[in-house]
């Protein structure tokens, strides 16, 4: 069983990385900041925010030991920040310029790793803070990074769709074409898995795409036989482009986090699905177990990081929604509303709720004033989120339909689209959603993350016929 247990809305934009220590949780953001959190109560350390990073933070790493963390950014630096009081120690420069997508320190804390835009990788010296050895991948960004438990070679991953080999000379060993669309990260666990029939130790490797893909690898790294990747099987849970995956620390479980706003979490032995967790509200851009606690991180565009737990009892277990898909929302019985706010981690109101015989048609005719003057939610934010909840619950019947099909779904909102228009990169979005994004300065396609030839939208007249005519038959 995993539980949300707490949420982190510090952020004032997009979440783009968390990363664990053994007592901190990192988080970092499109707003310049990383922000570091105790794991005892989820307070945030005095010295947090960490500010120093001039544009956009795209990823952040503990070094080992934890005593260290490293961010990198748009600005074209990762910098190395001391987490007992948050100084920052240096400010690496990439050699190019271009931005750095990617950080990761060696097991040994003796390397830290960077990966820019432009394809640079560049290994640091932890002891000097220089410059040890740089390369280039073949083509595209440089996006991902994983080391191998040894420390003897890491991978890295292109927006090309390229995993790549390197040992710690920087020597490229080994390229592989993994995800056509290209790859957007990639982890290795922590624990080497043993080949019966040749007595090899192999370490398995998950990467993901915007193919929709999450694929396992198993890597054998032998002096005599050199560098041997071998495809294991694909996992297709998602339905849009999956943007992070990562292994617990005992390598039992993956959890993977995509552009269709849920976080699913596998078993690695079989490839089954354990859990699917749909809180997040926009895309989910990272995740992490912690290394040695039961504790899933996960941050998305919403802005939010959802902290989750395994093995608690959900404190409305037992009271399940009655299948939501047959039973009308208006058709709830009190229990119902009960099992529905605990499972919008609402669980605090199931009592407030219950005293005052709310059923399915009384949430539905909740409002802001009711929610204040009747039921006496006090805090602004949680009456907005109970309301936004109930509204996605109205709008139920079209925008989480399962019959609706993906190519009418706008890949930004995931929602149906109403005023279709094509973007320069050839896919189709909610014309509000896209200038949005466009507004926000972003210049790089939704789906690839490439940049745009243009800013121009043109309506997608056919789409929007197509998407009223499917309307049409639906209310038949």
Not at 25 to 54: M, Q, W
Not at 222 to 245: I, Q, R, W
Not at 348 to 368: R, Y
């Amino acid at each position: 069983m995993a539980t949300l247990i707490h949420t982190l809305a510090d952020h004032s934009d997009d979440v783009n990385y968390c990363a664990f220590s053994s007592s901190c949780l990192a988080t970092c953001s499109l707003d310049k900041t990383i922000r570091v959190y105790s794991l005892n109560n989820f307070t945030e350390l005095p010295y947090s925010p960490l500010r120093g990073h001039t544009y956009a933070v795209h990823c952040c790493c503990f070094s080992p030991s934890g005593h260290v963390l490293a961010s990198c950014s748009t600005d074209g630096t990762t910098m190395v920040w001391d987490t007992q009081d948050g100084r920052m120690l240096a400010v690496l420069e990439q050699p190019s310029g271009s931005p750095v997508r990617i950080c990761r320190f060696s097991p040994e804390s003796t390397y830290l790793v960077s990966g820019a835009a432009d394809g640079s990788v560049v290994l640091w010296n932890m002891q000097s803070l220089k410059l040890y050895r740089s390369g280039n991948v073949k083509d595209g960004s440089l996006v991902a990074c994983a080391f191998s438990p040894n420390g003897n070679f890491f991978v890295t991953g292109s927006s090309c769709g390229d995993l790549t080999i390197w040992d710690d000379k920087m020597r490229c060993l080994y390229n592989e074409k993994a995800h056509d669309l290209g790859v957007t990260c990639c982890d290795i666990s922590s624990q080497p898995i043993s080949d019966g029939e040749h007595g090899f130790r192999y370490f398995q490797m998950a990467s993901c795409g915007q193919d929709n893909q999450i694929k396992l690898w198993l890597i054998l790294f032998a002096d005599f036989l050199g560098v041997e990747l071998k495809y294991k099987c694909t996992l297709n849970g998602h339905s849009a482009p999956v943007l992070a995956c990562a292994f617990s620390y005992d390598g039992q479980m993956l959890v993977s986090g995509s552009v269709d706003k849920c976080v699913i979490i596998y078993e690695t032995s079989t490839g089954n699905t354990l859990h699917t967790l749909s809180q997040h509200t926009r895309y989910v851009t990272t995740c992490a177990f912690a290394p040695h606690s039961p504790l899933l991180a996960t941050g998305s565009m919403d802005k939010t990081v959802n902290i989750w737990q395994f093995g608690l009892k959900h404190p409305c277990a037992g009271n399940t929604v009655e299948n939501e898909s047959k039973v009308a929302v208006e058709d709830w019985s009190e229990d119902d509303v009960s099992a529905w706010l605990c499972a919008q981690d609402l669980a605090d109101f199931v009592g407030l709720f219950k005293m005052n015989n709310i059923d399915g048609k009384e949430l539905l005719n909740l409002t802001k004033e009711s929610l204040t003057n009747e039921l006496k939610i006090e805090s602004l934010g949680l009456r907005s989120k109970v309301l936004q909840k109930i509204e996605e619950l109205r709008r139920k019947p079209i925008s989480v339909s399962v019959t609706v099909p993906d190519e009418f779904l706008c890949p930004i909102t995931r929602e149906l689209m109403k005023d279709p228009v094509i973007a320069a990169d050839g896919y189709s979005y909610e014309k509000e959603a896209m200038e949005h994004w466009i507004s926000n300065k972003r210049r790089s396609s939704p789906m690839t993350n490439l940049p745009l030839p243009s800013l121009m939208l043109t309506p997608n007249r056919t789409l929007k016929m197509a998407i009223s005519r499917w309307l049409e038959t639906q209310q038949k």
